[in-house]
């Protein structure tokens, strides 16, 4: 199978982006998809029983989804062809299909490339159905993006997906180790920065061979420190969609940490967020969110801590309100933790739907009008301030449903001090069954 330089009419020995030139052109050469690629791993298996099947490939970008793509095909004995969502419709995936249909008459199979497959519509994704389904093009699409949302359950179904990892420190580190050897001279750089500068490229090998590049023909006498090879190249802005997946696992990784009381983890993921260019105050409503859910009434000054919170970046801005939100993280992940009134909420629901419309107790029902009176409405009530303990015990639930308990405070935090309130209720109520008629107060209704 020819290269994409090849099928360009371009000499191999012209000069090529870097990246390009150190593009593996076999399993064993590409890096950090031992997952994937190594002996007994799902491609492998593929490659080896010569039945390669329709895949989608999920993964950030420079993992090497579109290299794994092509060596998929070269290893299986089929043409390759390249699409791109961005750029191509109705028309350019008909004439694709028309020649694979074409190869297929003659023996040939054609692996279809079909990179940011995501970018198609819901009716351009249908398309690929006929032609993934009887076998004329094997499809292998590329994406960044979460397929479960992003693509049809109809295609998927027909597809195995597989996900690429973003490059680990060591395949970012052999990556310039083969730069080096292809350039033909190491990289003027300190060991720090050039940690630095596999940092920035945060996970995409295809950006970190680019930089490598550029770091290469920089003039330089001696190696770059950290700040002069920041001066000297554009730093990359994290890897961040703030209406797509990475918007939301970023936010599930800061909530997840602060309910695991881990305060620096909750930082840097606030960080990573902020950084990126999250909208400040999303992220309060979400933290306020976790202070009900999470805290509740294990520490009551979590929710007053973010309603704080969310005036203090009001009144001041950015950037210096961001101190609020970083004050507020360290609150809500050192405070004592409970879910009590979160399940509370659920337990009732649940109850509330299970017994339909009941009516209140008659004994509770106010009664405005002498009829109402009449039929019975407040008949019985006891004003709880008029009992010596302030407390009646009266029933509250509907007549013939059985009381139940919803909320159940734990021993963290304030919850101990409500929990010793209830236990203390929960003994009067049972007192007053046994004495239905409880002593007056001094007050009057």
Known sequence: MKTLFEAAGIDDEAPRPLADRLRPTGLDRVLGQ????APGAPLRRMVESGHLRSLVLWGPPGSGKTTIARILARESGMDFVQLSAVFSGVAELRKAFDEARARRRDGRGTVLFVDEIHRFNRAQQDGFLPVVEDGTVTLIGATTENPSFELNAALLSRCQVLVL????DAALEALLVRAEAALKRPLPLEPDARQALKAMADG?????????????????????????????????APVYDKAQEGH????????????????????????RMLVAGEDPLYVIRRLTRFAVEDIGLADPEALVQAIATK???????????????????????TAPKSNATYRAEAAA????????????????LNAPTRLMADLGYAKGYVYDHDTADGFSGQNYFPDGMARERYFE?????????????????DKLR???????????GDKSP
């Open 248 to 271: 939301y696992n970023l936010i599930s990784a800061l909530h997840k940490s602060l309910r695991g009381s881990d305060a620096d983890a909750g930082l840097y993921w606030l960080a």
């Open 349 to 364: 629901k649940r109850a509330a739907r299970e017994h339909g419309s009941l009516m209140p107790p008659m004994h509770i």
């Open 430 to 440: 049972a007192d007053r069954a046994a004495n239905p008629h409880p002593g007056r």
């Open 311 to 333: 005036d203090a970046y009001d009144f001041l801005g950015s950037p210096e309100g961001e101190l609020a939100i970083v004050q507020l993280v360290v609150y809500l992940a």
């Open 409 to 425: 405070p734990g021993e963290r935090g304030f919850e101990r001090e409500v929990k010793k309130r209830l236990d203390y209720w």
């Open 204 to 236: 995409d090998g295809r950006y970190l061979l680019n930089l490598a590049e550029e770091i290469a023909e920089f003039p330089t006498a001696k190696p770059l420190g950290t700040a002069r090879l920041v001066e000297a190249i554009q730093k990359r």
């Open 165 to 168: 990892r973003r490059l680990d």
């Open 34 to 37: 031992d997952h994937l690629l």
